[in-house]
C-alpha cells in the first residue's frame, strides 16, 4: 500500500500547491490552461487505446462494462458523492467542486498507470510504477486545482480507495493478468480517458464512471477470446 499512499499524498501537495497559485491566475488563463489539458489527456488516451491488439475484446468490455455501469449508475454516485464533500469541504460553495471532484477522480483512476502499478505492488511489492505515477499526479493535480479549485484535492480519496483496492486484491488474479489481459484493459482505459478529454473540452458530455466496469470486463474477454484465437 505505500506506493498508493505516496500517490495519494502527492495528489494533496500538488492540489494545495495549485489553490496557492491560482489565485492568482486570471479567468482567461485558467480556461486556456483546462482547454490544453483537455487537449493532452485526448492525446494520452488515444495512444493508450491503440496499443490494443484485439478492438473485440474493447469493445464488448465498453458495450457490456456500459450496461452494469448504467445498471450502478457508478457517475450518478461519484456525483453525490463528490456534492456531499463539498457540502462538508466548500463552505464558501465554491462553483464546479463536484465536476472537478469527478473529472480529477476518473482521471487518476482510469489509466493504465494505475492499474498496473496497484496489480505490480500487491504481486511484488515493487512500487516503482506508483512512483511514476505520483510525480505525474502531483503536478496534474497542481495544475488542475489552479483552474478547477478545490475539489481536486478531494479526488485523493477515491483514488486511495480504488488503488487499495487493486492492490490488496492482486494476488487473487495473479493467474491470469498476462500480458495481453494488461494491454487489452489499458487499451480500454484509453478510450476512456478519450471521453474524459471531450467532457474537459465540453465537446461532448459521456458518462465515463458508468463505463468503468468495462476495464474489469476485459479481463475474462481477453483470456476468452485469447483461447478462442478470436481476433489475435
Do not use: W
Not at 146 to 173: C, D, E, K, N
Not at 190 to 217: A, D, Q, R, S, T
Request: with cysteine; net charge positive; proline share 2%.
Amino acid at each position: 500500500m505505500l506506493g498508493t499512499v505516496v500517490n495519494t499524498i502527492a495528489i494533496l501537495i500538488g492540489g494545495l500547491l495549485g489553490l496557492l497559485f491560482g489565485q492568482t491566475l486570471p479567468d482567461k488563463i485558467k480556461k486556456t490552461v483546462i482547454q490544453g489539458i483537455g487537449l493532452a489527456v485526448l492525446l494520452i488516451g488515444v495512444s493508450m487505446a491503440l496499443q490494443t491488439k484485439n478492438t473485440l475484446v474493447v469493445i464488448a468490455s465498453l458495450v457490456l462494462g456500459g450496461i452494469v455501469g448504467e445498471l450502478i449508475d457508478i457517475e450518478h454516485q461519484l456525483q453525490k458523492f463528490g456534492q456531499m464533500l463539498e457540502r462538508k469541504l466548500s463552505k464558501n460553495g465554491q462553483a464546479g467542486f463536484t465536476k472537478a471532484f469527478v473529472t480529477a477522480s476518473l482521471i487518476y483512476c482510469v489509466g493504465a498507470m494505475a492499474i498496473m502499478g496497484a496489480f505490480e505492488s500487491g504481486l511484488t511489492g515493487n512500487n516503482t510504477i506508483l512512483y511514476a505515477k505520483s510525480m505525474l499526479d502531483g503536478v496534474t493535480a497542481l495544475v488542475f486545482a489552479s483552474s478547477m479549485g478545490i475539489g481536486v484535492l478531494a479526488s485523493a480519496i477515491p483514488v486511495f480507495i480504488y488503488q487499495g483496492l487493486l492492490t490488496l486484491s492482486a494476488g487473487l488474479l495473479q493467474g491470469v493478468l498476462s500480458p495481453q489481459v494488461i494491454t487489452e484493459m489499458g487499451a480500454t482505459g484509453g478510450l476512456l480517458i478519450v471521453g474524459i478529454g471531450l467532457n474537459i473540452l465540453e465537446i461532448k458530455e459521456i458518462k465515463v464512471g458508468n463505463l468503468l466496469p468495462g476495464l474489469f470486463i476485459a479481463i475474462p474477454l481477453t483470456v476468452l477470446f485469447t483461447r478462442l484465437h478470436l481476433g489475435m
